[in-house]
């Protein structure tokens, strides 16, 4: 009998993405579906961008370099010395999105059987990437008393053994929002230096952050130059999610040299991806204004309606697009099924990401979702009228 390989049965399926096929069946039924579940914002891709890619004049699509369109990496590049980052553009390779950028760095730091350590809840495809090479994720657990904050380094220190290669921060975090302060990425760094470990820094949302907190970044802290290893993504930076361009940025010449290798065996980047990347990198402040003020007023509406209903818990999250949200319910896959599958409220229902699919503890999230509030508000307004319906005829409501 043909087998699967041990990496194919360990690797779990997204808890994003898993529920489509039941969402498209209710959608078949003539259901309206709210996606809460996905990072999927249904703000405007910059203009800018849309007349470049209207107006291609090319012949042939060709491959380029595998490190990423020259033009492109330096004004990618240029972006990061005007918010005071000092790279060049030999410290970047353009990739396939974020996730590659995840998935070529780890290869290229780590062996079969190396630790990384992520608080936890994480978003769920670093443990993906992490079944790919072979290395072991050891959580520690952030709370929703506590707003997700960071824990104690304390909590970090014990984790540490002689296969720990490195710490992965998200920031701001996917999926709770959290936004992590200059002290605790610093209290990150003086660990990572003394143990002599990588610090992968995820800091794909860093232009949303709200209520007037700055976003500070690892590659601003000295010392750990050869440590820091930063993703990005324009695809998210945009809401083109579709041009699946990303980028590792790191001033660790061996890093980059060893993702580029990678790289080559994938050959290249997306080409028209990179054209509407580079074009993206010209967008106005008055966009981003824009869109940040709009993030704002959703977040706002989204807490204060989801706290209004009985034994909900929503905390107030201070960047990205995403809240882990308590829920009165047994378990937070059947609940998320239950409402594709079985309920719906004037032919309306939301498909929610269960958390435990972000936590790495057996047992954790299951009275937890992960919400994406990236529809207008009015859309925002009808899918909470909806989960507040549900909840309160779900069968396994706990309280």
């Given amino acids: ?46 203009e800018i961008a849309l007349e470049v890619v209207r107006h291609m004049q090319i012949s042939v699509i060709e491959y380029t370099d595998s490190a990423g369109n020259h033009t492109l990496r330096s004004k990618l590049a240029g972006y990061y010395q005007k918010l005071g980052i000092a790279i060049n553009e030999e410290d970047i390779l353009i990739t396939t999105g974020g996730s590659e950028a995840i998935l070529f760095a780890f290869m290229s730091t780590l062996n079969e059987g190396d630790e990384i350590i992520i608080p936890e809840p ?26 997700f904050a960071l824990p104690p380094i304390s909590e970090f220190e014990k984790l ?112 028209l991806g990179q054209i509407a990347a580079e074009a ?36 107030n999250p201070k960047g990205a697009f995403y809240s882990i949200v308590k829920l009165p319910i047994d378990d937070s896959e059947k609940f998320a099924r239950w ?4 309920f719906d409220y004037n032919g309306q229902t939301v498909m929610l990401a269960p958390a435990s699919g972000f936590y790495h503890t057996p047992g954790l999230g299951k009275n937890e979702v992960r919400i994406a509030y990236v529809l207008k508000i009015s859309d925002l307004q009808k899918a909470i009228e909806v989960l507040a319906a549900a909840l309160k005829v779900y069968p396994g409501r706990t309280n």
């Fill in 280 to 315: 993206s990198l010209d967008t106005s402040d008055e966009y981003f204004h824009r869109v940040h003020q709009e993030y704002v007023q959703r977040r706002d509406f989204m807490v204060e309606a989801l706290n209004k209903i009985p034994g909900v818990v929503c905390p």
């Fill in 160 to 271: 540490i053994t002689p296969r720990t290669k490195g710490i992965v921060i998200i920031n701001p975090n996917n999926p709770t929002g959290y936004l992590y302060s200059q002290n605790e990425l610093e209290a990150l760094a003086k660990m990572v230096k003394k143990h002599n470990l990588y610090l992968y820094s995820d800091e794909v949302y860093r232009r949303y952050c709200y209520d007037g907190l700055p976003h500070f970044s690892v590659m601003n802290i000295e010392g750990i130059e050869e440590n820091a290893i930063l993703f990005d993504s324009m695809s998210k930076r945009y809401s083109e999610c579709g041009i699946r361009v990303g980028a590792i940025i790191t001033r660790n010449k061996e890093v980059l040299g060893a993702s580029l290798k990678f790289g080559m065996a994938r050959l290249c980047p997306p080409a």
């Fill in 122 to 147: 994480y978003y769920a495809n670093y443990a993906a990437f992490a079944v790919m090479v072979g290395a072991k994720v050891k959580a520690v657990t952030a709370t929703i008393e506590n707003n």
């Fill in 339 to 342: 409402l594709l599958e079985e």
């Fill in 1 to 46: 009998m043909l087998q699967i390989s041990d990496k194919g049965l360990a690797i779990q399926a997204s808890p994003i993405r898993k529920l489509v096929p039941y969402a498209n069946k209710a959608k078949a039924r003539g259901i309206r579906v709210f996606h809460l579940n996905i990072g999927q914002p249904d703000i405007a891709t910059p």
